[in-house]
């Protein structure tokens, strides 16, 4: 294992009873910024769960920034900013008493937290409210005041679980600024959990696709966005059942449209546009339309976890606001 | 003002500084909890309605050492509130008397702190909060249970130490030190007794219900049935071995066995057997408290 990684993981698993969280996840990040998707379900919980040595995995090994964190005798914890997706506020404290006390529990001395909770909640906008009590922090800066409890001890690795989560659009943009220009101006490595793909878009070189506990993608962001290009958007007549069935059979995936008539293929290795009207003919359909499908992140996300799984109201709506289906 | 120019205008600074070891982290959440503690006005409600025992116990010592009382009335006095007529020292019963009693205000106390202190770190998610920061299932047992015990140390053991210091700073004579320093041991061996043994109860308690009313009603019927089926119990066998299921008479015994004021062997042997079951219920609390903490991700 490489020890300057950011993240590796070797045949990582874990269950809970007889649900796979995780199955066999090999993974191997650089530092950067990583972007970690998936549904529901999908195993990032628990592989952030793992990383913060929060539960101990059934098999395999993990190391983050250089140490393994299975025989949790490395004090790696320290070098780690964990911004949790819940609302973990202890009752009755002012703002920045609670971010000194994340500070103290990560190992500062009581004074040094406390000066430095002043300074960070400078730096994230809260100054004026870092004496007011945690109830009265609305979700925006609630947020912010997370990220600042996990910056107190300037980690090198920023883990944060849905950083912009119940943020209104003005409340997103001033979270994604403020993480743009940290990132920018102190070369932190982010290691991000979301389901807003423009977070991604915004913030991530690379990603990180889970589905039932296995990876199913991993590089840049460029990269997924560029996988668009072996996707093509298909009107035809006729025997669209033998055309489609035909398409198949050639190794590539068929998915069917909302709108009769329609559907989409994506393409299998050294393919040749002239098999969709070869194929077309030997099944009796005719093409009426062929187009590149417009695909997006979100849409390239549908594709590799298997958006068919979703219930089918809920894959075409969510599809079609994306610009996947098309009126053919 | 523009959030771009906010950002802008306070740049990141990093830090360094050395970080100190992880069992800092229990002196961390003994502190924050009894902040947490002190900022509620109910407490110091509780708190001052606690105290209202000392100071009665406090303007008796005074008043018996310092007023020039005739001596019947003296005596009665003392031997009411279970010190030695002679008034040179405390008696060992007036301490195991005024501790316990001060440890019934006390649970009503923990019933509203178990909520606040360690309820909440289980309903609101601070638990995962505080491993992710590194901290181990033991710093955060011991945090709050040191935490809980000085509650219940701040109504029972300190008071009852300065009751001591005034008997002894009202006494004659210097030798009021040399001679009672057994007393002092008594009561703090008692004080960590009644700590320990009602921190790991709520703590517990308040881990698996979590909300104030259930804690309340759970906590304070552990300290009312047990009694009412001890004494019903005792009174249909004729065995005074059954007031021993009942935990608040099992603390009075456990303070006879630290004062050692046996006025017989049954209450000797009762004594012996009211350690076990304070033992075996604390070490069953701690495996509960401690298994819910570690459950908690």
């Given at each position: 294992m490489d020890s300057t990684s950011l993240l590796e993981t070797v045949d990582l698993s874990h269950s809970f009873g007889d649900v796979?969280?995780?199955?066999?996840v090999d993974l191997s990040l650089v530092p950067g910024n990583v972007a970690l998707l998936g549904n529901n379900g999908a195993g990032k919980s628990t592989l952030i769960k793992i990383l913060l040595s929060l539960i101990q995995p059934k098999q395999g090994q993990v190391r983050i920034l250089g140490h393994d964190i299975v025989s949790g005798r490395n004090p790696v914890w320290r070098r780690i900013g964990y911004m949790p997706e819940t609302r973990p506020l202890v009752p009755l404290l002012k703002g920045y008493e609670y971010v000194a006390l994340s500070g103290e529990l990560y190992g500062m001395a009581a004074k040094s937290a406390r000066r430095r909770a002043h300074e960070i909640l400078n730096y994230v906008g809260l100054e004026e409210l870092r004496y007011r009590k945690l109830d009265e922090y609305s979700t925006g800066n609630v947020q912010r005041l997370k990220l600042a409890a996990a910056l107190v001890h300037d980690p090198e690795l920023l883990i944060l679980d849905e950083p912009t989560g119940g943020l209104d659009p003005t409340g997103r943009t001033r979270m994604l600024r403020l993480l743009q220009d940290l990132l920018r101006s102190t070369g932190k490595s982010l290691l991000m959990c979301t389901h807003l793909f423009s977070d991604v878009e915004d913030l991530c070189q690379d990603v990180v696709i889970l589905h039932q506990g296995r990876v199913r993608f991993y590089g840049p962001v460029s990269e997924l966005r560029n996988r668009v290009s072996d996707r093509y958007q298909l009107g035809a007549t006729g025997e669209l059942d033998a055309f489609a069935e035909a398409l198949r059979q050639t190794g590539g995936q068929v998915e069917r449209g909302k709108t009769n008539g329609t559907l989409y293929f994506t393409v299998p290795h050294s393919w040749r546009n002239a098999r969709f009207f070869e194929l077309a003919e030997s099944s009796g359909a005719v093409i009426t339309s062929l187009k590149m499908a417009e695909e997006d992140l979100q849409a390239s996300f549908f594709r590799l976890t298997d958006a068919e799984d979703l219930p089918a109201e809920e894959t075409s709506t969510s599809q079609r606001a994306h610009g996947v289906f098309h009126a053919g | 003002m523009g959030f771009s120019m906010l950002v802008d205008r306070a740049l990141y600074h990093g830090w360094e500084g050395r970080l100190r070891p992880r069992i800092w982290t229990v002196v961390t959440l003994t502190k924050v909890s009894l902040a947490q503690l002190w900022r509620r006005k109910s407490f110091w409600f509780l708190l001052a309605l606690g105290l209202l025992n000392f100071v009665m116990y406090f303007s008796i010592i005074y008043a018996v050492t310092q007023l020039e009382l005739p001596s019947r009335a003296q005596d009665n006095l003392m031997s009411r509130f279970g010190f030695r007529p002679d008034a040179e020292s405390g008696h060992e019963n007036g301490y195991v008397s005024f501790m316990t009693g001060q440890g019934q205000i006390v649970t009503l106390l923990l019933a509203f702190a178990g909520s606040l202190l360690v309820g909440s770190d289980f309903r609101l998610g601070l638990i995962p909060f505080y491993r992710s920061r590194g901290l181990r299932v033991r710093h955060i047992v011991w945090g709050k249970l040191i935490a809980m015990s000085t509650i219940v140390a701040a109504l029972t053991l300190f008071p009852a130490i300065l009751l001591f210091v005034e008997y002894g700073l009202f006494s004659a004579s210097h030798d009021y030190w040399w001679e009672n320093w057994r007393i002092l041991v008594s009561i703090v061996l008692y004080g960590t007794i009644l700590s320990g043994t009602l921190a790991v109860g709520i703590s517990a308690i308040s881990a698996y219900l979590q909300k104030m009313a259930p804690i309340a009603i759970t906590w304070i019927s552990l300290f009312v049935v047990p009694r009412i089926g001890a004494t019903q119990m005792s009174r249909a066998t004729d065995n005074r071995m059954w007031l021993l299921l009942d935990p608040w008479r099992d603390i009075r015994y456990a303070g006879r066995w630290a004062f050692q004021t046996y006025s017989s062997e049954r209450q000797e042997m009762q004594a012996g057997w009211a350690i076990l079951i304070l033992s075996v219920l604390t070490l069953l609390g701690l495996w509960a408290f401690r298994r819910k903490v570690r459950s908690a991700q």
């Open positions: 796979h969280a995780l199955r066999q | -």
